[in-house]
């Protein structure tokens, strides 16, 4: 969140992926989070691709879940490295959270 209250939102693979996979993390939002002095909060979706697959318009039936990490501060995003290594870094902490998320609704289910 900037120091005005805005709230940014950014899905750093850019596209869903035809599999639920989590593919790779491009580097602008990690570039755009250093220039702009802000942290990082994780925010893993489970179900819109089971919900809205890609290349579909029609909505299946489903749930879509939200989790919520613990906020990635800036220092430790700089101390990662580099941007590619940020994106790297931060998209094991999604895979990570996800394989998570994905065990607990299936094991419901």
């Known amino acids: 969140m900037t120091g005005k209250g805005y709230s940014i939102a950014v899905f750093p693979e850019g596209t869903r ?8 993390f491009h580097q602008g939002a990690f570039c ?3 220039r702009l002095g802000l942290d990082v909060l994780p925010v893993c979706l489970y179900g819109p691709g ?15 879940h939200l989790r919520f990490g613990a906020p990635v ?3 430790a995003l700089r ?3 580099d941007y590619r290594a940020q994106a790297s870094r931060m998209r ?5 959270m996800y394989r998570h998320l994905a065990n607990l ?5």
């Open 17 to 24: 992926s035809a599999d639920c996979r989590i593919r790779r």
């Open 32 to 34: 755009l989070a250093d």
């Open 50 to 64: 089971k919900v809205l697959p890609k290349k579909t318009y029609v909505f299946q039936r489903g749930h879509i």
């Open 73 to 75: 501060k800036l220092e």
């Open 79 to 81: 101390q990662a490295g």
């Open 92 to 96: 094991q902490l999604y895979i990570d």
């Open 105 to 109: 609704i299936e094991q419901d289910a």
